[in-house]
């Protein structure tokens, strides 16, 4: 583009990195949190209702929006969205289409991106799918859309070494980045799997604290836990600076029904608050075209150029690199891909319901994935019968 990009401005928010306790405080914190992820929907469709009721024709028509506010991890499970930051790509579409400010904000973990989305914080976001099915269910499918996949897979149950057997969880105490995350998730849905209970407030057979990612790192190296079901470069960080095995590599667990793809889950998903979309489609479109183009950008280059980029991106994001092996064999665990597998979610919500952080409930309407058709000029990507596409 002929015209210089602004770099946009960065915030990071993270979780609270306090060490894991035992206790009434932890307890009641925890189980505080789970009301929220299990309340706060009603509160989002109220919120969006309202201002449904004061949409006009002309908003209803839709026009740029002046500025996007866009949330995205710091982790290598976020690639399309560093690299889209970090070469500009994001901020230079939206400015060809008249969205000429770029502000993002970090996270450690999908829960909170998502409560900043539905409180109006910021505008889109990159997040796993257990948390937008959570958003989606609890408002009654008013809070939010599925726009695009970001990517498959980079997700494993690593252990400390002598753990061979998921029977030896029993008693053990484990840690995922936030309740209700999509690798929380999966943790105890696999628990329970092998008969093992967990409790949203750390009780059961197994112990599971949120704990924020690099304090896992750190707890894990000074033997207060046992394992972590992490996103990358996590369990790449636990496997090769910690010493952790994998017990569970997540890619194993999925045999490709409902996607057709076997080993491939979807991991990362570009979601955005319905109400902004409505109201500034050409916004929504022109976020989509960058994401488009930086999902391309990581399926071409080379793995020295992929490393490099990415490396330089999560220092801006996260305030340092990765060391050369973390970054290829975290790379090396993870599919880009703009599909968002949906036909894998009548799982994920199952298993939400199974690990109590979610109700069942109807994901029609989940996905909006016709701007992406449009834009992708590949094979149509499939909403799997819950949404547009």
């Known amino acids: ?21 035992r206790g009434r405080a932890i307890a009641l914190g925890i189980a505080a949190a789970v009301v929220i992820l299990l309340g706060a ?27 996007l506010r866009l949330g995205y991890f710091g982790n290598v499970t976020h690639a399309p969205a560093l690299v889209g930051v970090q070469n500009g790509l994001i901020a230079g579409t939206l400015k060809d289409a008249g969205t000429n400010s770029l502000t993002t904000q970090v996270f450690n973990a999908g829960p909170a991106a998502i409560e900043a989305l539905n409180a109006g914080a910021i505008d ?10 959570n958003s989606f269910v609890q408002s009654h499918g008013e809070s939010v859309s599925v726009i695009a996949g970001a990517a498959a ?6 252990v400390k070494p002598g753990i061979t057997d998921p029977e030896q969880l029993k008693g053990k105490v484990l840690a995922t980045p936030q309740l ?21 407030n750390g009780g059961g057979d197994v112990t599971i604290n949120p704990t924020e990612n690099a304090q896992t790192l750190k707890l894990f190296q000074d033997g207060k836990l046992d394992g972590a079901w992490l996103p990358e470069p996590w369990a790449s960080r636990l496997v090769l600076q910690a010493g952790a095995n994998v017990l569970v590599d997540e890619k194993d667990l999925w045999d490709g029904s409902g996607t057709g793809k076997p080993g491939e889950f979807p991991t990362t998903i570009l979601i955005v608050n319905k109400t902004f979309a409505a109201q500034h489609p050409q916004t929504v479109e022109a976020l989509l075209k960058g994401h488009v ?97």
């Open 293 to 389: 183009a930086a999902v391309d950008w990581l399926s071409r280059a080379t793995s020295t150029q992929k490393a490099s980029t990415v490396n330089a991106a999560l220092k801006a994001a996260a305030g340092s690199e990765l060391p050369a092996d973390v970054i290829e064999r975290a790379l090396g665990n993870i599919t880009f891909t703009t599909d968002p597998l949906a036909g894998a979610y009548s799982k994920l919500l199952a298993d939400g319901v199974t690990a109590g952080v979610t109700k069942t409930a109807d994901l029609h309407g989940l996905f909006d994935l016709r701007a992406l058709n449009a834009l992708s000029g590949q094979a149509k990507v499939s909403a799997a019968g819950l949404g547009q596409d």
């Open 180 to 200: 209700g995350g999509t690798q929380d998730v999966a943790l105890r849905a696999y628990l329970a799997s092998k008969g093992l209970k967990t409790t949203p």
């Open 41 to 67: 929907g009603t509160a989002v469709a109220t919120a969006l209702n309202s201002g449904e009721q004061r949409t006009t024709s002309s908003v209803a028509t839709g026009t740029p929006a002046p500025q």
């Open 153 to 158: 897979g980079g997700a494993q149950l690593v």
């Open 1 to 21: 583009m002929s015209e210089t990009v602004k770099t946009p401005e960065t915030i990071r928010i993270t979780a609270d990195s306090g060490p894991p306790k």
């Open 124 to 133: 889109a976001a990159y997040v796993g799918p257990n948390p937008a099915i």
